[in-house]
């Protein structure tokens, strides 16, 4: 892709990597990804797809994730709120005060946290496959694994299908470079769901190029710890959030089923719900990376 900028920034003691698409004067697009995904995991398609409209992209590995610097969580936790912090660390780096913010997954959840506590940083707020931020998911989790019927004042958990893959994922080897991306496909598999058909290319390329440029695979991990931690400052009315809002969410999310969409929603004043038959969990369907790129084109539109 043209006009490609790769640089670190720094947050707090930490390197991130980054890399910005596009022109530096056209409104900038902050990519945030998801658990224990690098920047790579927003496609390149889907960052064409923005450049081409007249957008300047950003997008960044995670702490532990990628090239950007891994944390001892056990003597040095961190939480939703330092994840923003680099977030914003990775804007200030690049000298952009505001963008519109597009999270995934937790990384839906970081962008929320952004619009929420400083909203003059968030032009708007578009969050894709994600929950509302204050939502502790454990109950639903607890109440599921031990085979138990929903709690109907919850939000669902995770598909039953999704559920039995974790417990043979914690059975699979992954000693060897082969045997984590070969556990990492069989995740992005059963994230796709089976309404649309699985970019088994595609997912392969992200799988092993996640890998390979990971300092250390394994501090990803850490990101699943951080996304459970309910802090109070999580907790905020999502009814504070001024930033014009899209909540883009699949009909088949595995992980995050349709109602932790409609539940953003509806807690944020003015947001619109855009539902994307079929979608589950990812980006590895032909053509999807284009379809959301140009979803969020629109919403990110200049008034």
């Known amino acids: 892709m043209a006009d490609r900028e790769v640089k670190y920034v720094s947050s707090g003691g930490l390197r991130l990597w980054t890399e910005r698409f596009g022109d530096s004067a056209h409104p900038a697009v902050l990519l945030i990804m998801g658990t224990s995904s690098p920047a790579i995991g927003w496609p390149d398609e889907l960052v064409e797809t923005l450049v081409t409209g007249g957008r300047q992209v950003i997008r960044f590995d995670h702490r532990d994730t990628g090239r950007s610097d891994c944390v001892d969580f056990a003597t040095d936790p961190y939480t939703l709120a330092d994840m923003a912090a680099d977030s914003l660390a990775v804007l200030d780096g690049h000298g952009v ?11 839906g959840a970081v962008a929320q946290w952004i619009a929420a506590h400083h909203p003059e940083r968030a032009l708007s707020l578009t969050a894709i496959m994600s929950s509302p931020m204050g939502h502790n998911a454990g109950p639903a989790w607890e109440r599921a694994m031990r085979g138990q019927a929903p709690d109907p004042d919850d939000l669902p958990p995770p598909s039953p ?20 991306i070969a556990a990492n496909m069989e995740t992005l598999r059963v994230l796709n769901g089976d309404a649309l058909p699985f970019d088994e290319a595609a997912a392969r390329a992200y799988a092993e190029a996640a890998h390979d440029r990971a300092e250390n695979p394994q501090a990803a991990l850490n990101h699943d710890l951080a996304g459970r931690r309910l802090t ?7 009814s504070s959030i001024k930033a014009p809002t899209l909540v883009v969410h699949g009909s088949a999310d595995p992980l995050l089923p349709l109602p932790h969409g409609e539940a953003l929603a509806a807690q944020i004043p003015g947001a619109r719900l855009h539902v994307v038959q079929g979608m589950g969990h990812g980006f590895h369907a032909p053509g999807l990376p284009r379809q959301i790129g140009e979803v969020i084109l629109a919403h990110t539109e200049p008034a």
């Open 97 to 107: 005060h505001a963008a519109h913010l597009v999270g995934a997954s937790l990384g």
């Open 161 to 180: 299908r999704f559920l039995q893959h974790l417990g043979r994922l914690a059975g699979m080897p992954r000693t060897t470079r082969e045997e984590q």
């Open 232 to 238: 109070e400052d999580r907790l905020v009315p999502l």
